[in-house]
């Protein structure tokens, strides 16, 4: 975590943000874009990842802020909720006949090799939609963010059961789950942490 310094009225230093891949990046760029126009001197520091390594990577000082898909454990973070809403679905090709669908059912899942997130919290929230199904899926394997997975999604026709994400892949298309509950994302820092002036200005800025 780089110092910074809040000299008068004009704030400098580096802020270091790890974040997930989903669709609350969207709202929080937008926000780090309009801090960063109020305040030039700033930079910004991105760092990709799941929450777990997030959370550590916070608790050890490294990360200033972490932007993390719920379901995750913030009791000893303050946090800000991303207002963004995203959706649980499959990365499949786009000639696979689920992706002319507008949405697939827990037993369409059971008809494709699949590979799951690598979060705990994450498969629980699957297996909890795929309800009866869980039992009949063949699992190809588990990932962490979903960039690598898709090369094998491709050459094996399979699917990755995933958030939707901010950005498309060539010749993939995603597919949302029918039914299934939506999730949000948090932006999270330590209760303990002694806050920069820069990362303080950016919390009231956030949170306004």
Request: overall charge neutral; some cysteine.
């Amino acid at each position: 975590m780089t110092q910074s310094s809040n000299d008068g009225d004009e704030i400098s230093g580096e802020l270091a943000f790890g974040c997930g891949e989903n669709m609350g990046m969207l709202e929080l760029a937008e926000k780090l874009a309009e801090f960063k126009r109020q305040n030039p001197k700033v930079t910004f520091r991105i760092y990709s990842a799941i929450a777990d390594d997030i959370k550590f990577r916070l608790d050890q000082g490294i990360l200033d802020f972490g932007l993390m898909s719920e379901p995750v454990e913030i009791l000893h973070y303050d946090f800000v909720r991303i207002k963004t809403v995203e959706h649980w679905g499959i990365l499949v090709r786009s000639d696979n006949p689920l992706a002319a669908k507008s949405s697939v059912t827990p037993q369409d899942l059971t008809t494709i090799p699949l590979y799951l997130p690598w979060r705990t919290t994450m498969r629980s929230e699957v297996s909890a939609w795929l309800s009866d199904c869980a039992e009949k899926i063949t699992v190809a394997g588990t990932y962490n963010l979903p960039g690598n997975i898709t090369h094998l999604v491709k050459l094996q026709n399979a699917a990755a059961i995933t958030v939707e994400k901010i950005y498309c892949y060539n010749g993939l298309a995603f597919v949302p789950f029918e039914k299934a509950n939506p999730m949000t994302s948090v932006l999270a820092w330590k209760k303990s942490a002694n806050l920069s002036p820069t990362a303080k200005a950016f919390v009231d800025f956030f949170r306004k």
